[in-house]
């Protein structure tokens, strides 16, 4: 399996801007920069490399989950995971801490 997206970037780190696309056009030339990676903490304001991380760890954790609960005998009835990316600057450069996952979940026993 081969999945890609593509990253394009105009100007420098600070003041440039760029968008990013993925292969299933869910995200097609959504628009990201410096302000919606480092300054907008709300996320509001768009996108941003460390929350596509987060969404995919989630989503890959959830589903992965599901068939482990199925080899056992149980149905995912809901699994609600979340995701935090903790980042942090050390010697001037930003590096991931930690990532943190929660998890809520329904199952099923089946009999």
């Known amino acids: 399996m081969q999945r890609f997206a593509q990253a394009k970037w105009m100007g420098d780190g600070k003041t440039g801007h760029g968008t990013l696309t993925s292969q299933s056009q869910v995200l097609n030339a959504q628009p990201y920069s410096f302000q919606t990676r480092f300054v907008s903490e709300d996320g509001l304001a768009g996108t941003n490399p460390e929350e596509l991380l987060a969404a995919a760890h989630a989503g890959c954790f959830s589903m992965a989950l599901s068939f482990m609960l199925a080899a056992k005998g ?28 929660t998890l809520k979940l329904r199952y099923l026993t089946l009999a």
């Open 74 to 101: 149980h149905v995912a009835e809901q699994l609600d995971t979340t995701v935090n990316v903790n980042m942090s600057q050390v010697s001037g450069h930003f590096v991931v801490e930690s990532i943190v996952l």
